[in-house]
């Protein structure tokens, strides 16, 4: 069983910056394709960016170079750094992993308004 929790989400202006964190158990984030999906209101849930075990990335077209996934392997977590929010990234962000089948951490809610 793989358990993933997210922290870091919240209120932020346009503009703005969020650092979101996932911390998985065991050596996950190391050993399988780790990312961050989202999912805003009455709309369908979204790739945002995914980092294989090997390092490779891939960013959906709308975050690309506002957005960087990194690995924290010694502490097995996962980071999404969210730079020039918009209100459109406004949605709830989802930890993400594929061991036999998917796993999915709790959510946390980004927000970005003025």
């Known amino acids: 069983q793989v358990r993933l929790v997210e922290r870091g989400g919240g209120l932020v202006e346009p503009g703005g910056s969020l650092r979101l964190s996932c911390a998985a158990s065991?050596?996950?984030?190391?050993?399988?394709?780790v990312g961050w999906y989202r999912q805003a209101p009455g709309k369908q849930r979204e790739m945002v960016a995914l980092v294989t075990s090997g390092g490779t990335t891939n960013y959906t077209d709308s975050v690309k170079g506002r957005f960087t996934i990194s690995r924290d392997h010694a502490r097995n977590t996962l980071y999404l750094q969210m730079n020039s929010l918009k209100p459109e990234d406004t949605a709830v962000y989802y930890c993400?992993?594929?061991?036999?089948?998917?796993?999915w951490g709790q959510g946390t809610q980004v927000t970005v308004s003025s």
């Open positions: 065991g050596s996950i984030v190391s050993r399988a394709t």
């Open positions: 993400y992993t594929y061991w036999r089948r998917d796993f």
